[in-house]
């Protein structure tokens, strides 16, 4: 009998045998789909907003006032620093032009480099632990030629024409000077800046950051927000050396080669423009779409309110794999399950995410709506898990 029993264990529970379904570890998800409306942060102006709103009749001022209540007219004039974010070597290198000319910014003297009539392209390079810049020439053939040294730092201009700046992977023109700049006052090297008018600035801008066949009313609003935008990080600048930088963490400039007619127009239109907020340039936000609501900023006036202008992205679909989100969190484990646990309750799905929980299968955490789009890279935080 004993014998028989063995059998019996040994037939009924073979060597080897699956665990039962109670006992599995449930199988890891292919990831998840995200499904949502709107593109950028939704503060402030909608760009396709906008649009709409110019497409609809209204004109500058009532597009501007409906984004941006409360805010007075001001005017804005002066200069700007910008940052060539693309320029990664500690030299400038630009190409010969008629009325080229090169200034220390220790003395302030100016030379005209008129000769040699064979250069084709000058560079500044610090020298001495980056208390001097040495200035060079080349020639159609050959290598660089020493012309002199200039005392601290140094820049090119042409009285105001563009200047070509060349890069190990571009050329691009600029308006105003190319200065090669120190980021701090003991630095061996330095970062190339473009220092011009505000207006001439903005020709730069606008038309990276709209369709520049957009509706004229829609431009002008663009011209003055980024205006306003601008005056507002120039007098907020932190950096010793630039007010502002050329990327989508302040506004995309692209210098002198990217203006186009209908966009310098809108600019010229709105000549000083800008909105202020107790006498002060305000931060004008804006974003491609808010996806029919905007959202609260950090300003008294970046109000949270429904947008019937913008249409613009609405139900876009992103997938997110198990994979990315492993990578983007590794402390959680194999991923199991993700799920939206706080919103702003203000637009679709329930309003914007504010907080989400992502489970594994060492642990769970949550992050912020802000912060599971910039891991994912979501359109926007308006969106709901599929």
Known sequence: MAAALLGLVATAAPAGAPASAA????????????VGSGYGHGHGMSQWGAQGAAQRGLGTQAILR???????????????????SGDTSPDLVVLDRPGLRVTALRGGRTTRLDRPTAARRWRLTPVSGGDATLLEWRG??????RSRTLPGEAQFGAGGAPITLVTPVARR??????????????????DTVNVLPLESYLKGVVPREVYTSWHPAA???????????????RRDANARHYQICDTTQCQVYGGATDEVAS?????????????TYRGQPAFTQFSASNGGQMAAGSQPYLVARKDPYDTAYRDWRDPVTAGEIERALPAIGS???????????????????????V????????????????????????????
């Open 23 to 34: 006992e599995r570890p449930a199988p890891r998800p292919a990831g998840v789909t995200v």
């Open 66 to 84: 409906f984004y941006y209540p409360t805010l007075k007219p001001g005017r804005a004039t002066g200069n700007v620093s910008v940052l060539i």
């Open 140 to 145: 159609a053939t050959g290598g660089w030629k």
């Open 173 to 190: 023109a600029y308006r105003g000077v190319l200065r090669s700049a120190r980021p701090t006052a003991s630095s061996r090297t330095r």
């Open 219 to 233: 431009l002008r609003a663009q011209a003055v927000a980024a205006r306003t935008y601008a005056a507002f990080d």
């Open 263 to 275: 966009t310098n127009r809108a600019i010229d239109q709105t000549r000083h423009d800008v909105l």
């Open 335 to 357: 991923f199991r399950s993700v799920r939206v646990v706080a919103r702003d309750g203000k637009g679709a799905y329930g309003g914007r995410v504010v907080r989400v929980r």
């Open 359 to 386: 489970v594994g299968s060492r642990t769970s955490t949550v992050l912020s709506g802000d912060d599971f789009r910039s891991f994912f890279g979501l359109r926007s935080t308006l969106f709901r898990i599929g």
